[in-house]
């Protein structure tokens, strides 16, 4: 069983690095989430594999990870693991009795029982999450736009309008949405509803066409925080995988094979050289990379294990110089 805070190991070796009694150093790390109001630690945890390939206690080890590192927001779906990604957060929140301490997002639209983001489907979709999560309220909720095709813009803003005067959403996320339907709510917006302050669009170093300039410009002028998914490619980028083998029969590993091009080993190679110098993993390299580009908030990543949550961390405390940008560029067009 987890404990929180996390105890110090009576093992440990005489060479290691002495325990830092107090706040984690990460706690004084901060930034604007865009016009949200929030201020968090600009890297964010996500719990896509809670409940799917990582079992609770071990989603509660990395949660403790996290949080001991200085993180204070995590992000999940409705429809992670059919639900449990958020009960499993939920319970890990109300046993360690840290609500009032840690950011929440949730993203919606895609559960099977409230499916798109019409009045009816949106509400209970919310009821839902806030009763997995033990919660009274989400504090970014990330609006699936990619679900729903039909309902219309001025619709789904206007229930979210009730959901934030009733005190269960806090601030508004977006993801799956057009620049030109981006535009569309920031106009309805002016005539009272609540604005879109935060963007959700799949970016890393060998993914960056989804985040195209039209979505980059609106982005900029309505000062939207960005926090880009898939910000190691499906674990591609940490580059413990580099050759096809059995393990991509499965989704994850079909994945990371999809990447294992002449392409993808130069951008490893790459990472390799620039966190061999930084003396830091791909992964921070990564992550250090998204942190460096324009617009970019926080990046959301997703772990397996408490060790992965240290290597990502890492990423930011590390500033790539212009040489290392450069270096990555050149290897991953």
């Known amino acids: ?51 799917w390939n990582v079992d609770l206690e071990t989603s509660h080890d990395i949660l403790d990870a996290y949080a001991g590192r200085g993180g204070n927001v995590i992000h999940t779906a409705d429809r992670y693991a059919a639900g449990r990604s958020e009960h499993i957060i939920g319970q890990w929140v109300h046993t360690r009795g840290v609500r009032d301490d840690v950011v929440l997002a949730v993203r919606v639209g895609g559960h099977p029982d409230n499916p798109g983001l019409g009045p009816v489907s949106l509400v209970r979709a919310v009821e839902a999450s806030l009763t997995r999560l033990r919660t009274d309220h989400i504090d970014v909720l990330y609006l699936d736009g990619g679900t729903d095709s039909v309902t219309a813009m001025e619709d789904t803003l206007a229930t979210a309008e009730w959901l934030v005067g009733a005190g269960k959403v806090r601030a508004l996320g977006a993801v799956g949405y057009t620049a030109e339907q981006l535009v569309e709510a920031r106009i309805i917006a002016s005539a009272g509803y609540p604005r879109i302050s935060v963007l959700d669009v799949p970016f890393n170093i060998v993914r960056r066409h989804e985040f195209d300039d039209d979505l980059r410009l609106v982005a900029g002028a309505q000062g939207m925080a960005v926090t880009p998914s898939h910000a190691l490619e499906h674990g591609f980028l940490a580059g413990r995988q580099r050759t096809r083998g059995r393990g991509s029969l499965s989704v994850r590993g079909a994945q990371i094979a999809a990447n294992l091009t002449r392409r993808g080993g130069r951008t490893l190679r790459a990472l390799d050289q620039v966190g061999a110098e930084l003396g830091v993993p791909d992964a921070a390299v990564a992550v250090a990379w998204l942190l460096a580009q324009k617009l970019v908030t926080a990046p959301i990543v997703n772990a397996y294990a408490p060790q992965h949550v240290e290597e990502l961390v890492q990423g930011v405390g590390v500033r790539l110089g212009r040489a290392h940008l450069a270096d990555i560029a050149r290897a991953s067009v």
């Open 1 to 51: 069983m987890s404990t929180w805070p996390p105890a110090a190991s009576p093992f440990l070796h005489p060479s290691a690095p002495i325990p830092v009694q107090g706040a984690p150093v990460g706690q004084g790390i901060r930034v604007a989430l865009g016009e949200s109001g929030l201020n968090v630690f600009p890297l964010i945890l996500g719990g896509a594999e809670f409940g």
